[in-house]
């Protein structure tokens, strides 16, 4: 294979779009988290299970995981393109991290829906 | 006044030194440049590249105490000493604060720096309106020192695919420009998670540009209009 410098992989946008999307969720949803926290100084574990007992919110928190973890992974694949050059060993960090993002992924759901 | 200047010949030193000089200079009122001639009196061995001595020609870029800036427009009287000078980071370096900017120019070319126009020549100019021509202001006034680009780490990884603000701001100059038909093939040749979204709103480009030009919005413009197109 000759050696050339090849870009024009057309999803630069895409992934960048996710990113912000993602993190308008993240902090909508950090500072609902935050909101409830402050107004409840009584936290414990019961009202933690009252709260986390309603579907829309267990709903929210599996979109909040999710977008976390794709975020994530737009954040750690920019790291691994900067540092690590050869595309063999870069293809088998990626594989690792979505490998990790999705078991992640499903232990949320785990989590969630076994409390 | 002192100070330390990054010497290097790559054809016969093993590495890279700092050297101290002296130099007996009033500095009200000069620029960083006229001390740098004397000290080339001095020492002729000393390699820099400098031409029009005003801000204009973009030669005498250098990494000065730290920050990348033109020396012929740097007052003497506002640096620390010792001034520590240095080449601009991250690329080869020719001879003492000589840089070789190959890559910067292979990276400026890329975007294809000219109006494309395929429309017959019309018999006078391609005419703009004051409104329209406004809309360059604050990109066509890059020299292409390499300042910006050279201070950007974005840059420092990938020097071969990222294009760096100083190639961005011109790029989105000729897609902001009426007169260019080219702007869907721009955006095609930027939507590359390297070419264009290597950015990662650092802003050192912003921090040191002598024409204090702003990279940074030009390159939030061109996503901006990717987006636009998109949706």
């Known amino acids: ?115 | 006044m002192k100070f330390r200047i990054y010497r290097y010949n790559p054809e016969t030193d093993a590495r890279p030194r700092m050297q101290d000089y002296e130099l007996d200079i009033e500095p009200a009122g000069k620029m960083l440049l006229d001390a740098l001639v004397s000290l080339k009196e001095q020492d002729d061995s000393l390699s820099l590249r400098k031409s029009c001595r005003e801000g204009v020609c973009g030669s005498d870029a250098m990494n000065i105490n730290g920050r990348n800036g033109l020396a012929c427009i740097t007052p003497l009287a506002t640096l620390k000493q010792p001034v520590e000078l240095r080449p601009l980071p991250g690329l080869p370096v020719i001879r003492d604060l000589i840089v070789d900017m190959t890559q910067f120019f292979k990276q400026y070319h890329s975007i294809k720096p000219y109006l494309i126009n395929n429309d017959p020549p019309p018999e006078t100019e391609r005419l703009q309106s004051p409104a329209q021509r406004a809309h360059l202001d604050g990109l066509y006034e890059c020299i292409l020192c390499g300042c910006c680009t050279t201070s950007c780490p974005s840059f420092w990884w990938n020097p071969d695919k990222f294009v760096g603000p100083a190639g961005l701001l011109q790029a989105y100059r000729f897609i902001a420009d009426t007169r260019d038909q080219a702007t869907s093939e721009r955006l095609d040749d930027l939507e590359d998670p390297y070419r264009l979204f290597r950015c990662h709103t650092i802003m050192n480009c912003v921090d040191v540009c002598p024409k204090e030009l702003n990279p940074t919005e030009a390159i939030g413009k061109i996503k901006d209009l990717m987006v636009k197109r998109m949706v």
Request: glycine residues 6%; hydrophobic residues 60%; charged residues 10%.
């Open chain 1, 1 to 115: 294979m000759v050696n050339r410098v090849v870009v024009g992989a057309h999803y630069g946008l895409r992934d960048w779009l996710i990113q912000r999307v993602t993190a308008v969720v993240m902090a909508a949803g950090s500072l609902a988290m935050g909101i409830y926290i402050l107004l409840h100084p009584d936290m414990g574990y019961d009202r933690w299970i009252a709260l986390f007992s309603s579907q829309p919110v267990r709903a929210f928190a599996l979109l909040f995981l999710l977008s976390l973890f794709y975020h994530a992974w737009v954040g750690v694949r920019d790291i691994v393109m900067d540092y690590v050059k050869p595309a063999s060993v870069r293809l088998v960090i990626h594989v690792l991290v979505i490998l990790a993002l999705l078991l992640y992924s499903i232990w949320s759901v785990q989590i969630l829906w076994g409390m």
